[in-house]
């Protein structure tokens, strides 16, 4: 598994990181993580009151907001597949499903709903097929990938 390399350990860090700012933002929530030894389709879950409120996929990027803005135009790029797997695990169970994106530099977590068990899908992505890195460890894939439009994101920095 790539999260067990020190690459991954780093960005499992970071994960943890963004996770702790959404956490002291909203008290009474909690976050349980999915497995990290193994496959998942998403990464956790935000619980209140013992009750799932919405699965979370996590990403981290070493990217400051300025070149969010400038380069990407707040598009977030993730796997299509990964989107749909965690709207397809939501979906199953009554749940909604959010996208965070921490920029490390920043210390900043974009908060994205992307499905709501009530209303559906929340977000219209564009997709492309494009070559990306791999994983965190490295190597080039070609899949498709959805474009995000971060720009109406709950926003959460670090104090």
């Known amino acids: ?73 707040y598009q977030w790029l993730v796997t299509a597949d990964k989107l749909d797997r965690g709207v397809s695990v939501c979906e199953r169970l009554g749940t909604d499903f959010r996208g965070f994106l921490y920029l490390v530099p920043d210390k900043m977590l974009f908060i994205v709903p992307i499905f709501s068990y009530k209303d559906g899908w929340l977000i219209e992505p564009e997709y492309e097929m494009t070559k990306t890195q791999a994983t965190v460890n490295g190597g080039h894939a070609e899949r498709l990938n959805a474009y995000v439009d971060v720009s109406k994101a709950k926003v959460i920095a670090s104090l």
């Open 1 to 73: 598994m790539d999260i067990l390399t020190p690459k991954g350990l780093e960005t499992l860090a970071q994960e943890r990181e963004a996770i702790s700012l959404f956490l002291q933002s909203f008290p009474g929530f909690e976050f349980i993580e999915t497995p990290k030894d193994t496959p998942a389709d998403i990464d956790g879950f935000i619980t209140k009151n013992g009750t799932i409120i919405s699965g979370v996929e996590v990403k981290c990027r070493n990217m400051t907001v300025d070149v969010l803005d400038t380069k990407y135009k």
